[in-house]
């Protein structure tokens, strides 16, 4: 039987660090290069933009299945700061300001469980939906600013702002929690 432990030890530490070299690799190798060659076949109608925005909330998957295997405070936080690392050290195409990003990212999707342990422990729909919807107010504000996205037309920004939470909903929300609710029949884990 497998434990969730909602304590910092050896084991919670090396679940975490999983987690993040394994999404750092799938972001890097895997939803990058799919982002890349959908954003190149949208260049001619203009709205390459929204496809910075179809994806978004496959980059904020680390936090919620690091918060899921070791439910604590800060285990989100950590799991995508670690898959953002790798994702840069490994060749990720935005280069430093991935670990700003993926820090910004994995503590903004805490918010959803925090403060209580409990809903750490729980592991709910509502946590992991609040959750995913502020992981992509955590993406989208910085990105605006970082990438001049204010420049675009208003219908085009909230275009923008709209695929970017259906994303995070379907990838970050939805898909995580089935994910996790897969581990919770295959694993039957207990919490500690």
Same mark, same amino acid.
């Given at each position: 039987?497998?434990?969730?432990s909602s ?33 190149l076949s949208?260049?001619?109608? /203009? ?10 909330? #496959?980059?904020?998957?680390?936090? %919620? ?5 070791? %439910?604590?405070?800060?285990? /989100? ?78 219908? #085009? ?36």
């Amino acid at each position: 039987m497998f434990t969730r432990s909602s304590k910092w030890n050896v084991k919670s530490i090396i679940l975490v660090a999983l987690i993040g070299i394994i999404m750092g690799i799938i972001y890097t190798y895997g939803f990058n290069n799919v982002y890349n060659l959908v954003k190149l076949s949208f260049l001619p109608t /203009g709205y390459a933009p929204v496809v910075d925005n179809i994806f978004t909330g #496959l980059w904020y998957m680390a936090a %919620p299945l690091a918060m899921y295997f070791v %439910p604590t405070v800060g285990s /989100g936080t950590i799991g995508e700061l670690l898959a953002a690392t790798v994702e840069m050290a490994i060749g990720g195409q935005w280069g430093a300001l991935t670990i700003l990003e993926g820090l910004i990212q994995g503590a903004a999707n805490e918010i959803g469980f925090f403060p209580k342990k409990e809903r750490y422990e729980r592991f709910s729909w509502p946590s992991v939906l609040i959750g995913a919807f502020f992981a992509n107010l955590g993406g989208f504000v910085p990105s605006y600013f970082l990438f001049g996205w204010s420049h675009y037309s208003v219908k #085009l920004q909230v275009l923008m702002f709209i695929v970017s939470l259906i994303s995070a909903f379907i990838f970050d929300g939805v898909l995580v929690k089935m994910i996790t609710n897969l581990f919770d029949k295959t694993l039957k884990p207990r919490t500690k």
